[in-house]
C-alpha cells in the first residue's frame, strides 16, 4: 500500500513539473503570438503582400492548432459582457462591472488548461 501511494504521488507530481514547464514555454511564446496578431492585423495593398498574409495566418493557424492540444486557448473579448475573472478592463466606467460589455480588445488572453495565464486587456462600456 506505501509502495502504491508513493507510486501516485511520483506520477503526481511529475504531471505538474510537466504542466508548469509548459505553462512558462507557452508564457514565453505571448509576446510572438502578439506580434502575429498585430501582423494578421494588416490590410494588404498588393498581390505579394496579400500571399504573405495568407502565409502567415496559416503558419499562425497551424501554431494554434498545436498549442490547443495542450490545453492552450484564447480568451473570447470582443463583444461578450465584461467577466472580471478573465478580462482586465483599462478603460471604460467604473464601478462593479454589471451589465458592461466589452466594446474593444486591446491584447488579447489566453489560458492553459482552463487557468488563466494572461487576462485580456478590454475597453467596455455600459450596456
Do not use: W
Not at 505579394?48 to 473570447?76: C, N, Q, V, W, Y
Request: no cysteine; charged share 30%; aromatic share 6%.
Amino acid at each position: 500500500a506505501e509502495f502504491d501511494n508513493y507510486r501516485k504521488r511520483t506520477a503526481r507530481e511529475r504531471d505538474e513539473i510537466v504542466d508548469r514547464a509548459s505553462q512558462r514555454v507557452i508564457e514565453r511564446l505571448l509576446p510572438t503570438l502578439d506580434s502575429f496578431t498585430a501582423a494578421l492585423a494588416y490590410q494588404p495593398q498588393t498581390q505579394p503582400e496579400e500571399k504573405l498574409l495568407s502565409g502567415m495566418a496559416d503558419t499562425h493557424r497551424l501554431l494554434m492548432e498545436t498549442l490547443a492540444t495542450e490545453g492552450f486557448a484564447a480568451i473570447e473579448a470582443s463583444g461578450v459582457p465584461f467577466d472580471p475573472a478573465v478580462h482586465e478592463a483599462v478603460t471604460g466606467p467604473g464601478g462593479d462591472g454589471d451589465g458592461d460589455l466589452i466594446v474593444t480588445e486591446m491584447r488579447r488572453g489566453y489560458t492553459l488548461r482552463g487557468k488563466v495565464i494572461r487576462a485580456a486587456l478590454v475597453a467596455v462600456e455600459h450596456a
